[in-house]
């Protein structure tokens, strides 16, 4: 038996952390620095901004005051449509054509006030 923190706990359970590799510390100490913490953070881009503008929209002429209603109609969490409404995630057209269909619309009538080239700028992912 293994005691930790004053619990005793059968030995096999308790394994000594494994060491660190000195790069992931530097790597976790320079986001730390910067803000980022260990994982860097999406951009809030124009697009999102705009798609959760319009989600807000639709969904209050809709007649949906809440965004807890719409996620339970949707089935997804009530955050995830706060986050898709503020633009700070992005969303799928799968999840975007579900949370369409909650309020009773297309994926065509969503998209109509779209009506200019939203370029960004830069792609998540580009090969080098």
Same mark, same amino acid.
């Given at each position: 038996m293994s005691i930790l923190h004053g619990t005793a706990y059968p030995a096999p359970l308790y394994q000594p /952390?494994?060491?660190v590799s000195p790069l992931l510390c530097y790597g976790y100490f !320079?986001?730390?620095?910067?803000? %980022?913490?260990? #994982?860097?953070?999406?951009v809030n881009?124009?697009?999102?901004?705009?798609?959760? /503008?319009?989600l807000r929209e639709l969904r209050l002429a809709a007649g949906i005051t809440s965004q =807890?209603?719409? *996620?339970?109609?949707?089935?997804?969490? *009530? /955050? !995830?449509?706060?986050?898709l409404e503020r633009g700070e995630s992005?969303? /799928? %057209? =799968?999840v975007l054509s579900?949370? %369409?269909?909650? #309020?009773? #619309?297309s994926l065509a009538e969503f998209f109509e006030p779209f009506d200019h080239v939203i370029r960004p700028r830069r792609l998540p992912r580009q090969r080098t």
């Open positions: /952390t494994p060491k !320079y986001a730390g620095q910067a803000g %980022l913490g260990p #994982m860097a953070r999406h881009s124009a697009l999102r901004r705009k798609i959760g /503008t319009r =807890e209603a719409l *996620a339970h109609r949707v089935g997804v969490h *009530a /955050t !995830y449509i706060g986050r992005g969303v /799928t %057209l =799968e579900a949370v %369409l269909a909650a #309020m009773s #619309m």
